[in-house]
């Protein structure tokens, strides 16, 4: 089945620490997407990328990276410099220029 | 900057009840314009999509949607809602440009009683 994967689905990590969210697609989509979803907040955009090896940073991307080795995978590194990182986060992807995302499951971060 | 704005943070119907969830934006280029809905426990999916042409848009379950250029809104409809229908809805817009990345409102919560 085509689709895009997050792992894990649940994550806990202690204050200070860098955590790593994993996102895989085969749907072979250019363009990878990180979300964060806070309640009552909708959506947020954190970086994009359009092609391997390039990325761009969205509304809210200070405290954050990411990478893009592969087509296939777009992994999301919260640092210790995210002030505020527990949250939903979610992985999306798209033929560049459809506009259409498709959205991963979601992996649910909280830092005790 | 582009915006997506919802008016209804949550809705309560009943049953058999129509719906229509306001959805504005504020941006004066071409846009493509989507509705994503987040059942519990489960994926974010598309509803319904916009690009061009008929700007009465069909989507999947029985959802519509209306595309006003002169309004800038692309309002969701049901004519009648079920209790399968509760769910978190999400306006999104960006510009007819490759690779741009969606602009989502804050979502409106529908609850339906049976």
């Known amino acids: 089945d085509g689709g895009i994967t997050q792992s894990p689905k649940y994550l806990f990590r202690k204050e200070g620490q860098n955590v790593t969210l994993s996102c895989e697609q085969n749907l072979n989509h250019d363009a990878m997407y990180w979300y964060r979803q806070d309640p009552g907040q909708g959506l947020r955009l954190i970086y994009y990328s359009q092609i391997v090896n390039d990325f761009q940073k969205g509304d809210i991307a200070e405290g954050y990276s990411v990478s893009r080795e592969k087509k296939e995978s777009f992994p999301l590194t919260v640092t210790s410099a995210q002030k505020n990182p527990t949250a939903f986060y979610l992985c999306a992807s798209s033929i560049v220029g459809l506009g259409e995302q498709f959205f991963g499951p979601g992996t649910r971060l909280t830092v005790l | 900057a582009q915006s997506v704005s919802q008016h209804n943070h949550h809705v309560i119907l009943s049953e058999a009840a129509s719906l229509e969830l306001g959805c504005n934006y504020s941006?004066?280029?071409?846009?493509?314009l989507f509705w994503y809905v987040q059942y519990p426990g489960q994926h974010l999916q598309l509803l319904l999509k916009?690009?061009?042409?008929?700007?009465l848009v069909k989507g999947i379950k029985g959802f519509e949607a209306e595309f006003i250029k002169s309004k800038f809104s692309f309002n969701l409809r049901k004519p009648s809602v079920q209790w399968s229908d509760t769910a978190e809805y999400f306006c999104?817009?960006?510009?007819?440009?490759?690779?741009?990345?969606?602009?989502f409102g804050k979502g409106t919560t529908l609850s339906v009683s049976s």
């Open positions: 941006y004066g280029g071409t846009v493509n």
């Open positions: 916009y690009f061009s042409g008929d700007p």
């Open positions: 999104a817009v960006n510009s007819n440009q490759a690779g741009t990345a969606l602009i």
